[in-house]
């Protein structure tokens, strides 16, 4: 029971955060503004993705959008969600990664569905490496990949 609640605060607190932060600035940045936190390395903006990340598949037509963007989607999260439920071998770092991506994931469905676009407002630009514009929700799915990915890459059991 306690493992269980765990996933589910865990999942909770990605989508309370993500939420939390595109409130406020769907509330405090005007869109397309440009506000350069930390000089031109760290900007903050207000931009609506209407796609998936990077922009992908916001020209496909409505009810593709609505089937490859939504409706896949939540099937995906609700059959992960069950499973990391239900599982109970799953070490505790693989927990974290699957919340964190699950959160992620939809923290971002929620604004699909009820705005029919996604808020993404960061941007890092450091030399050459220059990112998309992103929001906390992808920072959620990009964390949980890549514990994943160093998880599944590694021959040691973690557990937490």
Known sequence: MLRKTVIVVLVLLNIGCDQLSKTVVRKSVESKDYIEVIENHFILTNVENTGAMLGFGQNLPPIL?????????????????????????????L???????????????????????????????????????????????????????????????WSI
Do not use: C, E
């Open 65 to 93: 959008k609505i089937i490859f963007l939504q409706v896949l989607p939540v099937l995906v999260l609700v059959i992960l969600l069950m499973r990391i439920l239900w599982k109970s071998h799953l070490n505790g770092w």
């Open 95 to 157: 927990i974290v990664a699957f919340g964190f991506v699950i959160g992620g994931g939809i923290g971002n469905l929620i604004d699909r569905i009820a705005y029919g676009s996604v808020t993404d407002f960061f941007q890092i630009r450091l030399g050459i490496f220059k990112t998309g514009i992103f929001n906390m929700a992808d920072v959620s799915v990009t964390i949980g990949i890549l514990l994943l990915l160093f998880f599944s890459m590694s021959k040691q059991k």
